[in-house]
């Protein structure tokens, strides 16, 4: 198909219908339903020509409901709301084989639905129901259809559609072959929609390439708070000057990757003579940090100028830096401190 309507055919061409588990069930359990019950409780025989379900929105589900048809509540389990609808011929072969003990082959007279035909359908209505519980009590895999029982007939669509709460339905649409080929008619079974967890995929992992990245060299750097510090003072820093720093932020010394990610922090101190890092609050989304649990830890008193001391082995410990400010602004986020003399 090609044209000046090629784009807009394709956007506006139907989906495919939605399948999944419970309407392949329906579709194999359809001819059970129906045919059994019509033999039994009509003495009509009955084959299901063709069967076929999907899932459609609440909306979609009573428009395939036919213009001339009788529609049966299914009260469920937890106030959930099914249908069973019988369309007029249907409907006309169930009252002809009552009334004159075999189906007419006589062309259905155009007329609508009356409380007659919702009364003597009724009973083939409530028949199919209760095959559908002997067939859920004997196949695990129909346990959400369980529970449903036959209620009121329902011919105002206004009402059925009230009626009709859930978002989606499982719609089992049906062509019945009834005499045999004597009449054809239509058959419809609707169940609130069956909602299916997707299990999420496993990832797919090189092994080698885990190897090779838990083996790479990851650059760690220490930072400390940032400071205030008042202009004239930064301004008056000369060589060997000492910048005193609050008592308490060894304990709140943050340790970084090379993108200044902050992967935990902890306590500022020393490990066997050497500058170490002791976590207290790794991140929560990276996992547990490698770090020593000694508990020879000691926090160390450091003044800027011994802030290139060692991180554990090689890592650089990367003092923080002063706010370059006149009015003493707090900073939010720490920074490295670089001392540069006036």
Partial sequence: MTGPNTALALMVRPRKPTRGTSHILLEDIADTLFRGPAKTTQGIDLLVKAAEAQCFSQAN?????????????LEG??????????????????IEQ????RISAAPRVDRPVTAIDAALSTAFASAVVAKLAQV????????????????????????????????????????????PGIKSGRALLMFPAVVTVAQPKPKRVNPAMVAILQDSPLKLEAFLPSIRLPVSTLLGLETDSVISLPNDILTRAQLRDSRNTTLGKGRLGQLNGRRALRLETPHADRGKLPVSAASDL?????????????????????????????????????????????
Avoid: W
């Fill in 61 to 73: 589900a009573v428009a395939c409901i036919p213009d001339v048809a009788v529609p049966h509540l």
């Fill in 77 to 94: 389990p937890d106030g959930a709301t099914g249908l069973i609808v019988f369309d007029g011929i249907l409907v006309d072969a169930l």
């Fill in 98 to 101: 009552q009334t004159l003990g």
């Fill in 136 to 179: 859920c009590a004997d196949r695990r895999d129909a346990s959400a259809l369980a529970g449903f029982s036959c209620g009121a007939p329902q011919t105002d669509r206004a009402a059925l559609s009230l009626a009709l709460s859930d978002r989606a339905y499982d719609v089992l649409q049906l062509s019945v072959d009834l005499g």
């Fill in 298 to 342: 000691h926090i160390d008193d450091l003044a800027a100028t011994g802030a290139d001391a060692l991180l554990c082995d090689d890592a650089k410990l990367a003092p923080s830096e002063a706010s370059l400010n006149e009015r003493e602004m707090p900073s939010s986020e720490p920074k490295e401190l670089t001392e540069q003399p006036h």
